[in-house]
Nanobody, 119 residues
């Protein structure tokens, strides 16, 4: 069974940095696109960034120049380096991955990790 496990969220001050990680585990043939989404309280989930298997990236306009997505294919892990954080970045951050197994190709989601600003 495929699982995505996120880590790295927490409290941060404006202008601070955090690095999120998301590791995929289980029986997989390949991991295609990996990405990060976020959902603020009362808002819809939105795309933050995604990265293809060959390293091409796409970012939401709101995070361009501040966030960097990367992946380590050997570790089946995707990262999100978040710099110059703003209060509006407060949200639950979810990773997802388009994964092919022996039985199907499916988009899996992590459980989410909270990023919260401290005053």
């Amino acid at each position: 069974q495929v699982q995505l496990v996120e880590s790295g969220g927490g409290l941060v001050q404006p202008g601070g940095s955090l690095r999120l990680s998301c590791a995929a585990s289980g029986s997989m043939l390949s991991i295609n696109v990996m990405g990060w989404y976020r959902q603020a309280s009362g808002m819809q989930r939105e795309l933050v960034a995604f990265i293809t298997s060959d390293g091409s990236t796409v970012y939401a306009d709101s995070v361009k120049g501040r966030f960097t997505i990367s992946r380590d294919n050997a570790k089946n892990t995707v990262y999100l380096q978040m710099n110059s954080l703003k209060p509006e970045d407060t949200a639950v951050y979810y990773c997802n991955a388009d994964i092919t197994t022996v039985s199907r190709r499916y988009t899996y989601w992590g459980q989410g990790t909270q990023v919260t600003f401290s005053s």
